[in-house]
């Protein structure tokens, strides 16, 4: 059993700069894609970043030039870094873990293991 756990989430004003993290625990392997999505009521989940093992990352075109995404392999963790934060990206961000093979620098595909995310709000 693979368990994600998110954290880092809150309320900041436009402009502002909030970090999530996301560590994971159980049996994960050396090799595996991890990626943020986030959600808003009434909407389609959206991929945000990938990362995999590689060190390959991608972005949705909505947060590049603001937002960082990096991992740490040893640790099972994956942190999104995020600047200028704008109203909409309010939303839920979930982590979400495809374990073995890479992301093939994208967010689309199937993921097995999902966190229980944790909430943005970005006041205007």
């Known amino acids: 059993q693979i368990n994600l756990s998110e954290s880092g989430g809150g309320s900041v004003q436009a402009g502002g700069s909030l970090t999530l993290s996301c560590a994971g625990t159980?049996?994960?392997?050396?090799?595996?894609?991890m990626a943020w999505f986030r959600q808003v009521p009434g909407k389609e989940r959206e991929g945000v970043a990938s990362w995999d093992t590689l060190g390959a990352t991608d972005y949705a075109d909505s947060v590049k030039g603001r937002f960082v995404v990096y991992g740490d392999s040893t640790r099972n963790t994956l942190t999104l870094q995020m600047n200028n934060l704008k109203p909409e990206d309010t939303g839920r961000y979930y982590c979400a873990l495809r374990n073995g093979g890479f992301c093939y620098r994208s967010i689309t595909g199937s993921f097995e293991f999902w966190g229980h995310g944790t909430q943005v709000i970005v006041a205007s």
């Open positions: 159980g049996y994960i392997y050396s090799t595996r894609c």
